[in-house]
């Protein structure tokens, strides 16, 4: 159980930039300004950045609380 929850939140960063990529290309309104291919490029390298260093941080937190049993 715990594997399949880390499997899905691991491509959340994914998920949120092509939300922002099917709104452009189906010219719908975003709350991405400028709501351009390089931004849409740019909030992706963002978010996948964020995610990493919360799977690193998390992966190195549990190890750690599992080693203090």
Not at 42 to 64: D, E, Q, R, W
């Amino acid at each position: 159980m715990e594997m399949a929850r880390f499997n899905h939140y691991r491509l959340m960063w994914l998920w949120l930039s092509m939300a922002h990529v099917v709104k452009k290309v189906l010219d719908l309104p975003d709350t991405l300004h400028p709501n351009t291919y390089t931004s849409i490029l740019m909030y992706t390298a963002f978010i996948f950045a964020v995610s990493a260093i919360g799977l690193l941080l998390g992966v190195s937190v549990n190890k750690i609380v599992k080693s203090a049993r």
